[in-house]
């Protein structure tokens, strides 16, 4: 069945980085789907939207406590959308997971599951940081 695949996720220790991976399994993810978001709930915590990528264009957002830490991009060849995560610190200690939606991304409501809509989600990737 179609399924998105995340990857990359592990443990490090605060100031360590990190590259998730997210990539379609049975269909074209940025080719398919405009809009990618990357979320994360943590343990007892709601889901967080965490960035989101325009798959045609440039656009991309981003939570204010990952602005200037975190990068979304895309590689279309590769068919892989990436969040490279720097200076990591224990709060963002998670599981993030990836999404797609077939829509554009709603602007900043795009970090915003129920207002996007994300069709297709992962199954999700740990990701823990020890101070």
């Known amino acids: 069945g179609q399924k998105l695949v995340e990857s990359g996720g592990g443990s490090v220790p605060a100031g360590g980085s990190l590259r998730l991976s997210c990539a379609g399994s049975?269909?074209?993810?940025?080719?398919?789907?405009?809009?990618v978001g990357w979320f994360r709930r943590a343990p007892g915590k709601e889901r967080e939207g965490v960035a989101a990528i325009y798959t045609r264009g440039s656009s991309t957002y981003y939570a204010d406590s990952v602005k200037g830490r975190f990068t979304i991009s895309q590689d279309s060849a590769k068919d892989t959308v990436y969040l490279q995560m720097n200076d990591l610190k224990p709060e963002d200690t998670a599981m993030y997971y990836c999404a797609a939606d077939e829509g554009a991304c709603w602007g900043t409501y795009a970090l915003e599951s129920a207002k996007q809509g994300y069709t297709y989600w992962g199954q999700g990737t740990q990701v823990t940081v020890s101070s």
């Open positions: 049975g269909f074209q993810l940025t080719a398919g789907y405009n809009c």
